[in-house]
């Protein structure tokens, strides 16, 4: 595709911005905004990543990945503002995760150890762990919240931390992981997946396309299930004090 | 109070605050070992934070809790919980059967309560064997408190404090409640710590009384000082001035 015919897709931002002027959504600000912001962020990640995919230095492919973390970090931070040490517990949630899936990918020699396949693919479970701990954030928090006499029924007939959380933990778990599993059952049968769809325009085989989309889809199901489990497991401990106490979390 | 009483709980200028709100302030006393004190007082005059503070759900801000003797923080907490037994108005329940309620505290120490227990005690508290199998949320408020005083009296506590257990209650239920307290304390040695807006219950069954007013003990003694206090905001509050 040239950027000659790439600016012709514009028009599809020009359509949203002309319906929110006739019908005064106000929306066209935000829409401008957020092509501009596509557009430089887009081209600067293709420029790094030409730049990395020619250097052939693994140290490039580590700080991508690095940078990747941190972002997924400093977004997903806020949503557990009040759990304590909740950017440390994120970082090795995100390295765990990450080691564990290019592990298997690279161990069992699934996928090239090219920058071309790993940071992709690192992007994908990243990004996905990202939204995932926002998921379970938001539920545990709430979860806590909501249930904070139950929490503290267990803790006052003499239960451990561990046993006043357990339902708590349990749900935020399910809840935060049921949403990938579930829209799993029917890939393929609403929508096709966007990477997968990407290979077939970019004329790629789509038995190859498809190949490809079901190693990432299951690498999905190992990166939440693990996330969620691993982010929970390393969070109850910090919201109960020494005197096991349950501490103030705000939802 | 008469000093020849040990206590079962002593406290020494214990002040509690949630952010800026005082909610104890320099409470000093003790409540003796081995028997009934009744603590009454209007709402939000503190008395169920002082029970968080000797169950440990909470510390005080500043001050000394001694339970029998030694410093609360000195005791495991898990065991501290399991001797000084809380029953909350609020009646909480994890979802599921009255059983499985019932059995909870047991259940925390990886043990198994028998049918027989559990039918013993839904019996003392008044109901039939027959609720075991309900779901507690098919329960009316007052069949959840009388589970809730059940549950606590699993773990067989040295101490327990309960917190307007009867309020639910319709008057036999309430009596029936109150002469299972004080078989309880008469059986065991149980010393017990009963929150109360009634003041005859307080009167009757307490042998010692506190009443409290804005975080503070006003007044304390035998329980007979209820019907003539010094105090002139005790003597409001009674006169039903302070709610």
């Known amino acids: 595709m040239t950027f000659l015919t790439l600016s012709l897709a514009l028009v599809f931002v020009l359509i949203p911005i002309v319906l929110s002027k006739a019908f005064n959504l106000e929306l066209e600000k935000d829409t401008v905004i957020a092509t501009v912001r596509s557009i430089i962020q887009l081209l600067i990640v293709g420029y790094i990543l030409q730049f990395v995919f020619h250097s052939e230095n693994i140290i490039y492919t580590i700080l991508m990945i690095a940078l990747m973390i941190g972002a997924a970090t400093q977004n997903a931070r806020k949503k557990g503002a009040s759990i304590k040490g909740i950017t440390w517990k994120l970082i090795v949630t995100f390295i765990f995760v990450e080691i564990i899936t290019q592990g298997i990918l690279l161990g069992f020699h699934i996928t090239p150890a090219e920058p071309q396949y790993i940071i992709p693919i690192s992007g994908m479970m990243i990004g996905n762990s990202m939204v995932l701990s926002i998921l379970f954030l938001n539920r545990f928090t709430a979860e806590i919240d909501a249930h904070q006499n139950e929490i503290e029924l267990i803790l006052s007939l003499g239960g451990t931390p561990k046993q006043a959380i357990h339902s708590q933990l349990i749900a935020s778990i399910k809840a935060s992981t049921i949403p990938t599993i579930e829209s799993q059952k029917t890939i393929g049968l609403v929508q096709l997946p966007g990477m997968m769809s990407g290979q077939i325009i970019a004329g790629a085989d789509p038995v190859q396309a498809v190949q490809f989309q079901l190693l990432i889809l299951f690498l999905l199901l190992t990166s939440v299930v693990v996330t969620s489990v691993l982010l929970g497991f390393l969070s109850y401990p910090t919201l109960f004090n020494k005197q096991m106490q349950l501490l103030k979390v705000e939802a | ?243």
């Open chain 2, 1 to 243: 109070m008469k000093e020849s009483y040990k206590a079962a709980i002593q406290f020494e200028h214990v002040n509690y605050s949630d952010g800026s709100t005082s909610i104890l302030k320099n409470i000093t006393g003790f409540f003796p070992k081995g028997k009934i004190t009744t603590l009454v007082g209007p709402s939000g005059a503190g008395k169920t934070t002082l029970f968080r503070l000797c169950n440990r759900l909470i510390s005080p801000s500043s001050g000394e809790i001694q339970i029998v003797g030694e410093k609360i923080d000195q005791y495991n907490p898990i065991e501290l919980r399991q001797n000084v037994g809380l029953a909350l108005q609020s009646a909480t329940m994890i979802r599921g059967t009255v059983m499985k309620n019932l059995a909870l505290p047991l259940t925390l120490k990886g043990s198994k309560l028998s049918e027989e227990d559990a039918t013993e005690l839904m019996q003392d508290v008044g109901l039939s064997e027959a609720f075991l199998t309900r779901n507690v949320k098919d329960l009316s408020g007052g069949q959840r408190q009388k589970v809730s005083i059940a549950r606590t009296l699993v773990n067989k506590p040295k101490i327990l404090l309960l917190d307007e257990i009867t309020s639910s209650l319709d008057r036999v239920s309430q009596q029936d409640i109150e002469e299972l307290i004080v078989r309880i304390n008469e059986k065991y040695g149980t010393t017990i710590i009963w929150i109360t807006h009634n003041l005859t219950q307080a009167v009757t069954i307490g042998e010692y009384s506190w009443v409290m007013i804005d975080g503070e003990v006003i007044e304390s003694g035998e329980s007979s000082f209820l019907n003539n206090p010094k105090n002139d905001r005790v003597k409001q509050f009674i006169k039903g001035d302070l709610v």
